[in-house]
């Protein structure tokens, strides 16, 4: 996406004619990497976007924050503010503008006039709906060894993504996998091949992580398992890049 003011100041000191996005977050996880943009033409999808100037979004999850573009040279034009937020691990875009209905398409736009110095718009902002954008899908390839020897054809379970495993929890797959003779109620993803490796798509989370410290939920963080000798053998795997390969000792 070429937009030459990406990054740069607004000269508002000498503006004749000023705009101002507010941007209201709501159940947002992740600002980082969001802009509010200024276009002719509404956004449709990021290949196809031609945007005039953007500004960057607040680093906020819930509350009202602004921007302020100059629109001198744009007097007499009709512009959408369109608020963009790139992908954690690839360069595209999607909106999150909330679709919701009570916000409507026509109130994101706005006519730069002769006589009205300062024009307004105001948008409601979150994580994107389902199905309205393309996410991005890594791959990781997680090798199963006993000391170093390659594991095949070792069943291999996920608990999930942005929760680990407790010790309480463990035992308790533990004391099943006992008392059912081998049955594991987690989801069984996949086996490792000839060469004890499973290949597997990951679905990326675009929330990333959220929060800080202890409180930090990272989304990405997938919980993985074997199970060795009536023992669960575990490893929490964080996709931060589209190829990921990590090994499980047992």
Same mark, same amino acid.
């Given at each position: 996406m070429?937009?030459?003011k990406d990054?740069?100041g607004?000269?508002?000191?000498? !503006?004749?004619h000023? $705009?101002v996005?507010y941007?209201?977050a709501?159940a947002?996880?992740?600002?980082a990497g !969001?802009?509010?943009?200024l276009s002719e033409?509404?956004?449709?999808?990021?290949?196809k976007?031609?945007p005039?100037?953007?500004?960057?979004?607040g680093a906020?999850?819930?509350?009202?924050?602004?921007?302020?573009f100059n629109v001198s040279? =744009?007097?007499?034009?009709?512009l959408? @503010?369109?608020?963009l937020?790139?992908?954690?691990?690839s360069d595209g875009? =999607?909106?999150? *503008?909330s679709?919701?209905?009570?916000?409507?398409?026509?109130?994101?736009?706005?006519?730069v006039k002769?006589?009205?110095?300062v024009?307004?718009?105001? %948008?409601?902002?979150?994580e994107? !709906? @389902?199905?309205?954008y393309?996410?991005?899908?890594?791959?990781?390839a997680?090798?199963?060894?006993?000391?170093s020897t390659?594991? !095949?054809?070792?069943? *291999?379970y996920?608990y +999930?993504?942005?929760?680990?495993?407790?010790?309480a929890? *463990?035992? $308790?797959?533990?004391?099943?996998?006992?008392?059912?003779?081998?049955?594991?109620?987690?989801?069984l993803?996949t086996?490792t091949?000839?060469? +004890?490796v499973?290949?597997m798509? *990951?679905?990326?989370d675009?929330?990333?992580?959220?929060g800080?410290?202890?409180? @930090?939920q990272?989304f990405?963080?997938?919980?993985f398992?074997v %199970?060795?000798?009536?023992k669960v053998k575990?490893i929490?795997i964080? %996709? $931060?890049?589209l190829?990921?390969?990590?090994?499980?000792s047992i």
């Amino acid at each position: 996406m070429s937009c030459s003011k990406d990054d740069v100041g607004e000269d508002l000191a000498n !503006a004749s004619h000023k $705009n101002v996005t507010y941007t209201v977050a709501v159940a947002l996880y992740r600002s980082a990497g !969001a802009r509010v943009y200024l276009s002719e033409q509404p956004f449709t999808t990021y290949d196809k976007f031609t945007p005039l100037k953007s500004l960057p979004v607040g680093a906020f999850k819930t509350g009202t924050d602004s921007v302020t573009f100059n629109v001198s040279e =744009y007097v007499g034009k009709t512009l959408y @503010a369109i608020t963009l937020r790139k992908k954690l691990l690839s360069d595209g875009y =999607y909106s999150i *503008i909330s679709t919701s209905k009570t916000q409507s398409p026509s109130l994101l736009k706005f006519t730069v006039k002769e006589g009205e110095p300062v024009s307004h718009v105001a %948008m409601v902002i979150s994580e994107p !709906a @389902a199905g309205t954008y393309t996410r991005d899908v890594a791959k990781l390839a997680l090798t199963v060894k006993k000391g170093s020897t390659p594991v !095949a054809n070792r069943e *291999i379970y996920w608990y +999930g993504a942005g929760n680990r495993l407790s010790d309480a929890l *463990i035992k $308790n797959i533990e004391t099943h996998y006992a008392l059912t003779k081998g049955e594991v109620l987690q989801k069984l993803i996949t086996k490792t091949n000839a060469s +004890g490796v499973a290949n597997m798509n *990951i679905t990326i989370d675009e929330r990333g992580v959220y929060g800080s410290g202890n409180n @930090a939920q990272n989304f990405n963080e997938n919980v993985f398992f074997v %199970m060795e000798g009536g023992k669960v053998k575990v490893i929490n795997i964080d %996709m $931060n890049a589209l190829t990921v390969a990590k090994t499980l000792s047992i």
